[in-house]
């Protein structure tokens, strides 16, 4: 233990070697590190990198292989069956993400200094494999790295041409699991741990959402929904899976507190979000005939094509929820839905021009009406083609969809012919009869849909008096009346993550 003590105290006090010599390895009796040892590979074979050396703090076997290069060290985990052993780490990456207490709150767990702190040439000075405390793992290895972190903004430029206020000390210490190898370093990995398979979008036709029964995939159950966690995440899933889902049987009455079902259940799923049209609005026809100025197309008996709600807003709302409170004495008024996201997929496999033209071309949207001037710009595709998450050969992440006829301004008289031939081409994908589900709202259904990818539209419809010529509305008015509301997503998803962890859904 001696021998090792001294020579552990060595390698820290080497700040480098010559570059005719090696970084020398030790093995736990602290004798060097020959190549025939079985304990593990090593940096016998690592190219010179200034770094003083490695040691093993325990006696048992690591059988892990270290490389060091320049910039980065390629590492094998100890003990890793998977292809994530392998691995190559940027010495920059390693030092921004160190998980210690000093760089990593303990409680808030937030990160405690910026990426812009650390130096582009920052090696390690010393590494060891030790026995790790974390939970579920079994060794660490411990890095102390050659300088501290830098402030860019002091002004102020000490030795080595870094600021003299620097965060941390010299031989700043950071300790990394396997397990935090394997979780941070594999993309796979992060993608598990934040469920994103879970958010995937998923394209659909009319036929892909019916069950092999001939059932529908989209149908849940108000009671189940209000007693089961598991079926909220299901709900949940599929509506970032599918961007619809239908609740049968939602009770058409405020409750005891006064508060509709509707915004019970947006509360469950996000936070409700205000527009002009407040938290909750109603949807009731309003006939010319009433002598009542229109507000809105939804508001009147016509027929109201497929669209996307509020897209002369900077940011439209993401999910809509539509509950029928009253349907009678009425003929018509059939709703429908579109998947965007599968006509902008179709679109791209047939006509890459056509969709790189609708994800590059800005489309105008107003609201000019009742006291309110709104206008935004939107493409009608949004895309990131620099997407890593899009398979090979298949289209670039679309995050979003912009289609909303009846709320556009008009074009750029300077707009290029080809954008109204590729504008054609979408809205025909559209129109086909397998891509459009077909439906009668009945009293106490809600529909959740995705507002910036599932396109909404409701045919044409007429109220029809009863023989006594008395409204069938207990309030006097319309027929037709739906309750509705908006949601945003970043709450639906932090859900779907806090669920599938408590319940350990895979």
């Known amino acids: 233990m001696q021998a090792l003590s001294w020579q552990l105290s060595r390698l820290v006090g080497l700040r480098g070697l010559a570059s005719s010599a090696r970084a020398q390895t030790v093995t736990p009796s602290g004798l060097p590190l020959s190549k025939d040892t079985p304990i593990r590979k090593s940096f016998a074979d690592s190219k010179n990198t200034g770094v003083a050396g490695f040691a093993s703090l325990t006696s048992d076997p690591i059988p892990a292989s270290i490389d060091l290069q320049d910039s ?25 993400s160190c998980p210690c207490p000093s760089c990593v709150h303990p409680e808030t767990r937030q990160k405690l200094h910026r990426t812009t702190d650390v130096p582009l040439d920052i090696k390690p000075k010393r590494l060891a494999w030790v026995h790790s405390t974390d939970k579920g793992a079994r060794w660490e290895l411990e890095v102390e790295w050659d300088r501290p972190l830098w402030k860019h903004d002091t002004g102020s430029m000490g030795i080595e041409g870094y600021p003299q206020d620097v965060i941390g000390d010299h031989g700043h210490k950071s300790r990394y699991s396997d397990k935090w ?5 594999d993309q796979n990995k992060v993608r598990e741990r934040y469920h994103e398979d879970a958010l995937e979008m998923v394209p659909w036709l009319r036929q892909g959402l019916i069950n092999p029964n001939g059932g529908s995939k989209l149908n849940h159950s108000w009671k189940e929904l209000n007693t089961n966690k598991r079926a909220l995440l299901d709900v949940l899933t599929q509506l970032t899976k599918y961007g619809i889902v239908f609740i049968r049987g939602v009770p058409t009455t405020k409750d005891k507190t006064g508060e509709w079902e509707v915004e019970k259940i947006a509360s469950t799923f996000s936070q409700v979000r205000e527009t002009m049209w407040g938290k909750m609005w109603d949807v009731k026809s309003v006939p010319s005939r009433r002598g009542i100025p229109g507000r809105n197309v939804a508001f009147t008996e016509m027929d109201l094509d497929l669209h996307m709600d509020l897209l002369y807003f900077e940011t439209p709302p993401r999910y809509q929820l539509i509950h029928c409170m009253r349907n009678r004495n009425v003929s018509g008024g059939q709703s429908l839905l579109v998947d965007g996201l599968q006509a902008a997929h179709t679109l791209w496999k047939e006509d890459r021009e056509a969709f790189d033209l609708l994800a590059s071309t800005d489309v105008g949207f107003h609201y000019d009406n009742d006291g309110h001037r709104l206008a935004w710009k939107h493409k009608t595709i949004v895309a990131d083609p620099y997407s890593t998450s899009s398979p090979p050969f298949s289209p670039p992440k679309i995050t979003a969809l912009n289609y909303g006829p009846p709320f556009q301004s008009p074009f750029p008289a300077s707009t290029p012919p080809e954008f109204y031939a590729a504008f054609q081409k979408f809205a025909a994908l559209l129109r086909r009869p397998e891509a459009r589900l077909e439906f009668l709202l009945q009293e106490g259904d809600l529909i959740v849909f995705d507002n910036r990818r599932v396109l909404h539209a409701r045919k044409a419809f007429t109220e029809h008096q009863p023989a006594d010529g008395a409204s069938s509305g207990e309030d006097g008015e319309s027929n037709r009346w739906l309750k509705g509301c908006y949601v945003e997503p970043d709450t ?5 993550r806090v669920f599938r962890k408590e319940l350990k859904v895979a």
């Open 72 to 96: 980065h060290l390629a590492l094998t985990l100890p003990n890793s069956p998977s292809p994530s052993g392998s691995l190559t780490v940027p010495y920059v990456w390693l030092r921004d």
């Open 492 to 496: 639906v998803h932090d859900k779907i």
């Open 181 to 185: 190898f394997q979780t941070w370093v």
